[in-house]
């Protein structure tokens, strides 16, 4: 089992819908919880990060966090084309005093 | 600021060749982390460093990966030899803390293609 999964997509949403993503990880002793941007030949950027369960809110971007599910979510609204990249998932924490990134979702927001 | 530098931004060599990529951290981060990235594997932590002391090295493939920090401003990882499997995106990034807790800072990334 990898320790931190995400579907790889692409994940097609049409502009101004909501793009659900989705990442769980391994180890239960996670702490700490990352959402990266990467668009095509460039350099990954963090968009959101989360501790604690539940949701947290920055502007169109919702991070969900369930620690009894190792689960972590990431969704945005009103998709726009500028959101189409690849969104990586990391997890710091547990066994491993690291990051640890999934392969990432692709997104693609359609006109 | 500048963000983090690396150099070259690209490089082609052939197998059996020295490369040796280079960083610069943003100034005042105390961590600098070296991934690569595939389609295959994704972005894996090859090593990290706190107050230039390399903290964990486990994702180094093998003894012909090296990396040096010798001061703050500056690292660099060698591969030596080179082997076709090490054509990858190689990133280096920067934090003001240890991984887990504060941002992480990433340059433009190396392209390495051995061929």
């Known amino acids: 089992q990898k320790e931190v999964e995400q579907n790889s997509g692409p994940l097609s949403v049409p502009e101004g819908a909501i793009a659900s993503l989705n990442c769980t990880y391994s180890?239960?002793?996670?702490?700490?919880f990352f959402w990266y941007r990467q668009y095509s030949g460039k350099s990954p950027e963090l968009i959101m990060f989360i501790y604690s369960n539940g949701d947290k809110e920055d502007g169109r971007f919702t991070a969900q966090l369930n620690k009894a599910s190792q689960y972590v979510s990431l969704l945005i609204r009103d998709s726009q084309p500028s959101d189409s990249a690849t969104y990586l998932c990391?997890?710091?924490?547990?066994?491993?005093?690291?990051?640890?990134f999934g392969t990432g979702t692709r997104l693609q927001v359609t006109l | 600021d500048a963000g983090v530098i690396q150099s070259p931004r690209h490089e082609v060599t052939e197998m059996g060749q020295e490369v040796t990529l280079r960083c610069k951290p943003i100034?005042?981060?105390?961590?600098l982390f070296w991934y690569r990235q595939t389609m295959m594997r994704g972005l894996e932590l090859l090593i990290y460093?706190?107050?230039?002391?390399?903290?964990?090295d486990s994702g180094m493939p093998e003894d012909r990966f090296s990396a040096k920090m010798p001061n703050a401003s500056f690292s660099t990882l060698k591969i030596q030899p080179s082997e076709p499997r090490d054509s990858a995106v190689y990133f280096c990034?920067?934090?003001?803390?240890?991984?887990?807790?504060?941002?992480?800072?990433f340059g433009p990334g190396t392209r390495l293609t051995v061929t």
């Open positions: 460093f706190n107050n230039n002391v390399p903290i964990d």
């Open positions: 990391a997890v710091w924490g547990g066994t491993a005093s690291k990051l640890t």
């Open positions: 100034s005042g981060h105390n961590s």
């Open positions: 180890d239960r002793g996670s702490q700490s």
């Open positions: 990034a920067s934090s003001s803390g240890l991984a887990g807790i504060y941002e992480q800072y």
